[in-house]
């Protein structure tokens, strides 16, 4: 059993930079792609970038726009998004995600952490 524990986000303004970090913890063997979805209120859930095991691919939403961009250290088990140039429409609450093979859904959550950006 794997858990996710996200953190870094918090209210900032627009423009401003936000770094997100999700440790895994657990049976973190083998997590193939991990990455991030965000939901605001009202919405579904959205996919926002993902990273592959060797960090060799990487993909983003059309709405990140260039600003954001994803990592991972296998080594400590945690993944990144590093924010820039945050819009009001990035405010959500953003969820880390992870799977352990290809041609699966992402299947393992974390809680979520708030992201608000003022204008």
């Known amino acids: 059993q794997v858990h996710l524990v996200e953190s870094g986000g918090g209210l900032v303004q627009a423009g401003d930079s936000l770094r997100l970090s999700c440790a895994a913890s657990?049976?973190?063997?083998?997590?193939?792609?991990m990455g991030w979805f965000r939901q605001a209120p009202g919405k579904g859930r959205e996919f926002v970038a993902a990273?592959?095991?060797?960090?060799?691919?990487?993909n983003y939403a059309d709405s990140s726009e260039g600003r954001f961009t994803i990592s991972r250290d296998n080594r400590n088990n945690t993944v990144y998004l590093q924010m820039n140039s945050l819009k009001p429409e990035d405010t959500a609450v953003y969820y880390c995600?992870?799977?352990?093979?290809?041609?699966?859904?992402?299947?393992?959550w974390g809680q979520g952490t708030q992201v608000t950006v003022s204008s």
């Open positions: 995600v992870a799977k352990r093979a290809r041609g699966e859904e992402f299947n393992i």
């Open positions: 657990g049976l973190t063997f083998s997590l193939d792609t």
């Open positions: 990273v592959d095991w060797s960090s060799r691919m990487k």
